[in-house]
């Protein structure tokens, strides 16, 4: 049984997704204008960079200068991620839309590799996040649980396991009177299944079965379109993706690890399903093309080389 949502979010993370990772170097002017060109596309959320430690992430090494010089659109949301204090501390400093959020990996070997803390210190550490976004008026709109269908470090993770992690991260919200907008669960580095999905999301929803929960799926092992379907049968409406699936974790343990699902791929999946994106596809595919033009070497996304319908359909009615 499905239940197809009308339309769905995407939270586009190309920009930030794919210069982390790239051996570049990649410009500060290419990657503003791509991040200026993706938000021509009907995008309302753009993630620009991150603001990360740039001797662990050099292609971060530029984030602040990125962020300065984007001619930003009133109606698109440019943001940027922080993985600790110091990170949210340079982030507020910007022009960007700056959110807190919590975020905790379902893997704890996985957390010290990303971040250099176990489980115990990130919660430490997110207590102490959400007291200065409280202090700088700093609204918290979501909470991310990664590795939250497998790892490459532990193996498997117990859909138990990502419950608990979900319910650890409430707790905090909870703690500081905060309502979260989403609660997103992430294949950081491409474990999922359409099985494990399904299950994953039985187990939170069945604990709270109106929290609205949003995906971040990696296409590692060519499972992402796939699990993406699986969601939206479930009714999953919100979804990360990243633009000609650039990208991929530095720190997944694993060379190969693809980034998001690529977001053309996804829009013309939802759109031939006659679920509502808001976003013009022929653009986004110049975009993708940009992108594939900007690193140097080929992009793993689809629709970006096959094109979308629309000349075909508007030939075989011409």
């Not at 090494?61 to 300065?68: F, I, K, L, N, P």
């Not at 993985?83 to 340079?90: A, D, F, S, T």
């Not at 982030?91 to 957390?111: D, E, K, R, Y």
């Not at 971040?115 to 709109?141: A, P, W």
Request: net charge negative; glycine share 10%; with cysteine.
């Amino acid at each position: 049984m499905t239940d197809l949502p009308q339309r769905i979010t995407i939270h586009e993370e190309g920009p930030r997704e794919g210069f982390q990772i790239e051996a570049g170097p990649i410009s500060t002017a290419d990657k503003v204008s791509f991040c200026e060109a993706l938000a021509e596309t009907g995008l309302h959320e753009v993630q620009c960079v991150s603001f990360v430690d740039a001797r662990r992430v050099p292609g971060m090494a530029d984030a602040m200068e990125v962020a300065a010089a984007i001619r930003q659109r009133p109606d698109v949301h440019y943001t940027g991620i922080a993985l600790n204090l110091r990170g949210y501390e340079r982030a507020v400093t910007t022009p960007l839309h700056i959110t807190g959020g919590l975020q905790m990996s379902a893997s704890n070997t996985f957390s010290q590799h990303n971040t250099n803390k176990n489980n115990e210190e990130t919660l430490r550490e997110q207590r102490r996040q959400m007291q200065f976004f409280k202090d700088s008026g700093i609204r918290v709109d979501s909470a991310i649980v990664m590795t939250a269908f497998g790892c490459n470090f532990e193996g498997a993770i117990a859909p138990e396991t990502v419950r608990d992690c979900v319910g650890s991260l409430l707790k905090i919200a909870d703690e500081f009177e905060v309502t979260l907008d989403r609660v997103r669960l992430a294949d950081t580095v491409g474990w999922a299944s359409p099985l494990q999905v399904q299950r994953v999301l039985g187990v939170v929803r069945e604990q709270w079965p109106d929290l609205h929960l949003s995906l971040h799926l990696h296409d590692t092992r060519g499972t992402g379109l796939a699990n993406a379907l699986m969601a939206l049968q479930m009714g999953i409406d919100d979804f990360d993706s990243s633009c000609a699936g650039l990208g991929g974790c530095p720190f997944a343990g694993h060379k190969g690890a693809a980034g998001n699902i690529c977001t053309e791929d996804l829009v013309f999946m939802a759109q031939e399903m006659g679920i509502e994106t808001g976003i013009d596809l022929d653009a986004l595919i110049e975009c993708a093309r940009m992108a594939e033009t900007i690193v140097g070497h080929a992009l793993p996304g689809k629709i970006m080389h096959g094109g979308s319908l629309s000349k075909y359909r508007q030939g075989a009615h011409g």
